[in-house]
Structures are given as C-alpha cells and as structure tokens.
C-alpha cells in the first residue's frame, strides 16, 4: 500500500514530465515569437482579454488580448513587456503554472 507522501512524489514527478512535453511542443512551434517594450498596457484591449494578478517576485500582472495574440507582462518595477504571437495553449501554460515569473522567465529567455 502506497502512503500519501509516495502519491504526492508520483503526481509531481508526472507533473514535471507533462511541463516537458508542453515545452517541447512550444519550442518547437514555427511562429517566432516578438517582444516589444512599452510604456504601460493599453487601455483598448479587447474585451476578449484575460487579466491576472501574479504573486511572483517581479511580475506584477499579465493580460492576455486573445484575438490578437498578444501577452502584456507588468513587472513590480513598472516595466511592461508586450510578447506577439502567443498562443492559448502557450498562455494557458503559464497561467496555470505553480510560478507564472518562471514560465514567464523562460519565454523570455526563448526570445534572446
């Protein structure tokens, strides 16, 4: 019989493989994703857009403007980062991410 802590090992050595194959998937994706800076997030964003507060030490919040694609990052520094060509499931992935400034880090490092 299994105790509840070998569950848990199990469920997020699974949880580590699925983040493995997603990232994969999106590394190998043909669009080539473009950052641009920008002074604040606009305010005609589409009603179609998803916001979100982030705890996380140095993003403050991400909106992501699903018709276009687009994904607003807002540090806690007041920094704002427009990333073009983000797909739902890209952006569903960080959402739902145990730390959204890792997944976050880690497209931003894809783009460098």
């Known amino acids: ?7 848990k090992q199990k469920k997020s050595t699974t ?4 983040d493995k ?5 999106m590394a190998s994706t043909k669009t080539k994703l ?4 920008l002074s604040s997030i606009p305010k ?7 916001t979100l507060n982030v705890k996380s030490s140095w993003v403050n919040k991400i909106v ?6 687009n994904l607003f990052i807002e540090t806690k520094n007041g920094n704002v980062y ?3 060509d983000v797909s739902p499931q890209r952006f569903t992935y960080i959402k739902n991410a145990e ?3 890792s997944k976050i880090n880690k497209l931003f490092n894809s783009l460098s």
């Open 99 to 101: 730390s959204v400034g």
């Open 64 to 69: 992501y403007e699903q018709k276009k694609k």
């Open 15 to 18: 949880m580590k493989k699925s």
């Open 44 to 50: 005609n964003i589409s009603e179609s857009s998803e």
């Open 82 to 84: 427009m990333v073009m």
């Open 34 to 37: 473009k950052m641009k800076k």
């Open 1 to 7: 019989m299994e105790t509840k802590t070998n569950q």
């Open 21 to 25: 194959k997603v990232v994969k998937k």
